[in-house]
């Protein structure tokens, strides 16, 4: 539910997300769509954003720099 309030989120994929949801549950395969709620999904571009930190820094002090070497070395 969070994930469709953030900003940013493009109002058509939303909409289609919910319609791919209505459809799965129409298909009466077993399948259950349940709206959840997860509070620590609109956290996720911060916590994204200190997790890669380390590991980019990291990769670039070991040399393996992609600006400078290119993405294959």
Not at 25 to 43: C, D, N, R, W, Y
Not at 54 to 64: I, N, T
Request: with cysteine.
């Amino acid at each position: 539910m969070e994930s469709f309030d953030m900003p940013g989120a493009d109002p058509r994929v939303i909409a289609k997300v919910k319609e791919a949801a209505k459809v799965l549950q129409t298909l009466g395969v077993g399948i259950s769509v349940e709206e959840v709620s997860v509070p620590m999904h609109a956290k996720a571009p911060a916590i994204w954003t200190i997790a890669t930190r380390q590991g980019f820094s990291e990769h670039g002090l070991c040399g393996h720099n992609p600006v400078r070497f290119g993405v294959q070395r």
